[in-house]
């Protein structure tokens, strides 16, 4: 039964478009996290949500729309999709802030 | 704020030798400090992480780190490298307590040689 889970795990779409990607865990953790990894391997937070409350909010194009409908969901959407979007994203998730982060296994995401 | 720096992007060592993984930090606060480790196509792990008890601190797979405040440090070692222990390892840190954001360092690619 896996953790944190992120769907889909591949997706390729043109210049433009909107999309979204999906995040869920059965870890009963309280926070819950979005990352951008981009072609070099850094890993820069985007968001992070707790108890459905927005708490970390980087700085990041509006274009990008975290939600979180329920403690076990944190969505990612994402307008007017660009070239520089191009990267892996990864969901996580921790206890609180400052615990143990679990990580899904990413969402590579191909902008064309 | 707080920031850690990996040094060396890539580092090799041989099947056998001594894998030392360097990271030092920066910190205003008390810091918890991390390693995960990223094998290809996957998420990060946590291989170990520092809250301010025990300053060496053993983790899965051989690894351990120990925390040296008066140089900044928290660098990761390994006795003996394995083939399998090639992959992509981030240094991490964070404040303590609350909710606190964890910032990541580049990472280092380790590469073992047969």
Redo the contacts between chains.
């Keep these: 039964d896996t953790a944190v889970s992120q769907t889909p795990k591949y997706l390729v779409t043109q210049m433009g478009n909107d999309k979204s990607i999906k995040c869920e865990q059965n870890l009963g953790h309280d926070t819950m996290y979005w990352y951008k990894q981009d072609s070099k391997k850094f890993l820069k937070i985007m968001f992070s949500y707790n108890n459905k409350e927005l708490i970390i909010n980087e700085t990041v194009p509006n274009r990008f729309s975290p939600k979180s409908p329920d403690k076990a969901h944190l969505n990612l959407h994402i307008n007017s999709l660009e070239l520089g979007d191009s990267a892996v994203y990864f969901c996580a998730t921790s206890r609180q802030g400052a615990e143990t982060q679990y990580f899904g296994p990413g969402t590579r995401l191909l902008v064309l | 704020a707080q920031s850690v720096t990996q040094l060396g992007s890539h580092v090799s060592v041989s099947e056998g030798a001594l894998v030392l993984l360097r990271c030092n930090y920066s910190s205003s606060v008390p810091p918890?400090l991390?390693w995960?480790v990223?094998y290809p196509?996957?998420?990060?792990?946590?291989l170990l992480?520092y809250t301010s008890a025990a300053t060496l601190v053993k983790g899965i797979n051989g690894f351990e780190a120990e925390f040296k405040k008066s140089e900044t440090s928290f660098h990761l070692t390994k006795p003996s490298a394995h083939m399998s222990d090639a992959a992509?390892y981030?240094c991490a840190v964070?404040?303590?307590?609350?909710?606190?954001?964890?910032?990541?360092g580049?990472?280092t690619?380790l590469q073992v040689i047969p």
């Excluded at chain 2, 964070?94 to 990541?104: A, M």
């Design positions: 918890y991390f995960y990223q196509n996957q998420g990060l792990q946590l992480k992509e981030f964070s404040g303590s307590g609350g909710y606190q954001k964890v910032t990541f580049i990472g690619k």
